[in-house]
């Protein structure tokens, strides 16, 4: 029996853990932000595995029967290769999931044109892994993509309501909406991108869905649970929630903040 493991680069999956909370608020958590070494968007395919890997290491000694990647970039560049190579001798009988999956298998739902955008980190898009996803599930629908490296920061910094944020945010939205004038639907697939919902909807037209995943991650959570007794069994019920950083914990208490809503007393972790 554990606590459900929930990750992230940093503050980001955060956003993902309150929906979370929210809608399975009987479960134990633990939260893990590996702040010392975000941001991961903007680092190699080696590197976002070797330390998502040990995060599950970590999350695996913690007794925690499933793990989530809050993390687009870690879902994107790490978790088929944790799932397929890591998995079979780390532990077979644990789970790692991610949230690129839960948010493809919603968007059949918003697209009438059948054109669907994506907004993600360098590392996300880069990867590809959004197209291919949704090429497998929904093959006559076609993606297009941007990356919006300055988004990240911008939340980071609370520079959300500033002209600076707003020129960044629909020059990139400007990018991905020209590669086609159909796309219908956009994705925001980075954990921080939530936060910025009310600068994006003023740059994209009223007849755009524009998704967000935390909720959408919940409720594939709550459905994942249901659907397999054998790892919802091992899962801790007494509502617990503790929050581990790998950078300063007061720092992290403070910024977290702004993603959480809600106080947070984080306790930090000198290695993973
Ligand atoms: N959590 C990352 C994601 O969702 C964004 C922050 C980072 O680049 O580390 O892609």
């Given amino acids: 029996m554990g606590p459900i493991g929930i990750f992230d680069s940093g503050y980001g999956g955060l956003t993902v853990l309150k929906a979370i909370k929210q809608?399975?608020?009987?479960?134990?958590?633990?939260?893990?932000?590996?702040n010392a070494r975000a941001p991961y968007g903007?680092?190699?395919y080696e590197v976002v595995?070797?330390?998502?890997?040990?995060a599950v290491k970590w999350f695996f000694k913690k007794g925690c029967p499933l793990v989530i990647f809050a993390c687009n970039t870690a879902s994107a560049k790490a978790l088929r290769t944790i799932q397929q190579k890591h998995l079979p001798y780390l532990d077979h009988t644990r789970r790692v999931l991610g949230v690129i999956r839960p948010t493809v298998e919603s968007i059949a739902q918003y697209t009438k044109t059948n054109k669907v955008g994506v907004l993600g980190t360098i590392g996300t898009v880069v990867s590809q892994s959004y197209p291919i996803e949704i090429a497998k599930l929904f093959p006559h629908i076609q993606t297009y993509q941007q990356a919006c490296p300055m988004w990240v920061p911008i939340v980071e910094h609370d520079e959300i309501n500033t002209p600076g944020a707003e020129f960044f945010i629909k020059r990139d939205l400007d990018l991905l909406l020209s590669q086609n004038a159909e796309i219908d639907t956009v994705?925001?697939?980075?954990?921080?991108?939530?936060?910025?919902?009310?600068?994006?909807?003023?740059?994209?037209?009223?007849?755009?869905?524009v998704i967000a995943q935390d909720e959408i991650v919940a409720n594939s959570l709550a459905d994942y649970l249901q659907r397999h007794p054998e790892i919802e069994k091992r899962c801790i019920k007494e509502g617990d929630i503790t929050f581990f950083t790998t950078d300063n914990a007061e720092f992290f208490n403070?910024?977290?903040?702004?993603?959480?809503?809600?106080?947070?007393?984080?306790?930090?972790?000198?290695?993973l």
């Fill in 187 to 209: 994705i925001l697939g980075c954990t921080h991108y939530p936060l910025l919902l009310n600068v994006i909807r003023k740059f994209v037209p009223v007849s755009v869905s």
């Fill in 42 to 44: 903007s680092r190699s």
């Fill in 23 to 34: 809608k399975l608020p009987e479960y134990n958590y633990i939260y893990l932000g590996d």
């Fill in 254 to 271: 403070r910024r977290g903040l702004i993603f959480y809503g809600e106080e947070i007393n984080s306790l930090k972790l000198s290695s």
């Fill in 49 to 54: 595995l070797e330390y998502s890997l040990e």
